[in-house]
């Protein structure tokens, strides 16, 4: 059970579209010489970014997925990474864009990327639609950030608080009503 809130809107679907293919102009430039990018879509919350962001990509692309979580319905990391679902293709010489939509204290992209790691791809970059630098507890970062954002609570664009507001066309801080 979760107290009443209310969700304020912090950045706008306009906002985020411009943004999207602001990276995209960026990611294309980076990987101009690839034969073929694949594109690894952090599940869930990376779903609704990853969509808008290979549609504005100029390059080949193959798109995967990896199912990882670590706060389930909780607000506060667990801190342990469950891997729920693999990729289904190989990543060994290939180029990798790994696409997640929040680095807060960044345990699961830190544990993702170590997986990767040893399946050796030949290039491997992340794009993180949102960074929340305040809470990080590891080394790691994202080559792109869309927008770096306060010490707030977000859902919406692909982002749930207790599996839900994750259809939300803009980012928005959940308010608990007192
Ligand atoms: C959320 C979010 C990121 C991660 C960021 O996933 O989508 O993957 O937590 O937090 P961290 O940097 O503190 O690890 P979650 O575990 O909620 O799973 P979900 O994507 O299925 O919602
Ligand atoms: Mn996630
Ligand atoms: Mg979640």
Redesign the pocket.
Known sequence: MTKPYTVDELISAKAIAARVEALAKEISTHFADTDKLVVVG?????FIFIADLVRELDLPVEVDFL??????NAME???E?RILKDLRGEIGGRDVLVV????????????VLEILETRHPRRMEVCALLN?PS????DVQAKWVGFDIPDKFVVGY???YG?RN?NLPHIGAVRFLE
């Open positions: 952090l599940l869930r919350g990376s199912e990882a979580s670590s706060y389930g990391s667990s801190r990474v997640e939509d929040i680095v807060d204290t960044g345990y699961t992209l830190k544990h929340k809470r990080r507890e590891t692909g982002i749930d599996q994750r």
